[in-house]
């Protein structure tokens, strides 16, 4: 064989063997188990985000499994994504803190669902479709119990998506104060009780279609957010996008179909934004 | 005659608490003793409370009156 042709097919020899290593690194990569790389969860979610900039991002999909959300690799449930909602293994810990001097796992009712609802933590948020929130299910056993007397199996269920961090969009339909409540030491002061903020799919849909989002007192202490602000957003009917933490209730199925769709809610909602003259702004820049 | 009756109770508690301290807890204590100091001013019935607990169920439509 001439000597030109020999280097020929050793350098596509090479340049393929460097391909293949290079699959071998992204496949390890992906699965989390290089260490000092950042991290899939924290890099696909930021890659989705320059998707909408990407020609041939469905074909990308195509060939990278969940492009664009988290892999489930490291569980020991079937986590699969629901919708466009990724299936997160790994999900950041709540951060919570004292506030009034009421700490993060409330003055009693159930610690565990507190701690979940006090967080105070930024997320890296993905974009989740209303319907892929609303479609979330939950084993009817969870409803009305505390999360200490859940069953593994049902707790693995609802694991599964409660941590995810996510915005969503949509319309506000109401906006109500909440009781008091052992989340938030059952302080009776507008400022130390969460609001309840419908959103709901397309503009004017009623309240038994939505999603309920819950603004805290530790959030709202960063934000110079009103009820009144809200409440001209649903006069408005402007769209807006919610980003905050999925989350699970199970202490109101009686509302479902009355004043909710699902069980699953945004709480606590992290950021408020409106879209306006074409472009999103945070409700705190609209004062 | 000898009668019978079940009754339900809403009751709306409030006052001042350490933030920390369990509010239901306290107060379930609280009703179940009044209600038991009550019951000299009624020998003739005979009064079993079942049961007290938190109503955590808010209903969206009510403001809370304090």
């Known amino acids: ?287 | 005659m000898h009668k019978g009756i079940r009754l339900k109770l809403k009751v709306w508690v409030e006052g001042d608490a350490e933030p920390a301290q369990d509010f239901a807890a306290y107060t379930i204590d609280a009703i179940q003793k009044m209600l038991a100091a009550g019951r000299d001013l009624y020998p003739q019935l005979q009064v079993e409370v079942r049961f007290i607990e938190e109503d955590r169920d808010w209903d969206d439509s009510e403001k809370f009156e304090a």
């Open chain 1, 1 to 287: 064989m001439p000597r030109h042709r020999r280097r020929s097919v050793k350098g596509r020899s090479q340049g393929l063997a460097v391909l293949v290593l290079l699959v071998i690194v992204f496949a390890v990569w992906y699965q989390g188990k290089i260490p000092g790389l950042p991290k899939p969860e924290k890099v696909l979610p930021a890659i989705k985000g320059l998707s909408t900039y990407i020609p041939d991002a469905d074909a990308v999909r195509t060939l990278i499994p969940n492009f664009g959300s988290t892999p489930s690799s490291n569980s020991s449930q079937s986590s699969s994504p629901a919708g466009d909602l990724p299936a997160m293994s790994v999900k950041p810990q709540p951060q919570g803190s004292t506030f009034q001097g009421c700490p993060p796992e409330g003055d009693g009712g159930d610690p565990e669902l507190n701690i979940l609802k006090n967080r105070i933590d930024e997320g890296d948020y993905v974009s989740a479709s209303f319907d892929a929130i609303a479609g979330l299910t939950w084993p009817s056993s969870v409803e009305r119990r505390d999360r200490e007397n859940w069953s593994a199996e049902d707790a693995d269920a609802i694991a599964q998506y409660e941590g995810v961090p996510v915005t969503v969009e949509g319309y506000l339909t109401a906006a109500t104060e909440s009781g008091p409540e052992s989340t938030n030491c059952h302080a009776t002061d507008n400022e130390m009780v969460d609001w309840h903020v419908s959103l709901v799919e397309n503009p004017g849909e009623d309240r038994a279609l939505a999603i309920v989002t819950e603004t805290t007192p530790r959030i709202r202490a960063n934000h110079n957010w009103t009820l009144g602000q809200l409440r001209d957003l649903i006069d408005s009917q402007e769209q807006v996008r919610i980003s905050g933490w999925l989350f699970f209730d199970p202490e109101h199925p009686d509302h479902l179909g009355k004043y909710r769709i699902t069980l699953w809610e945004v709480h606590p909602m992290m950021e408020i934004e409106v879209f306006r003259d074409g472009t999103w702004v945070a409700l705190d820049d609209l004062n």
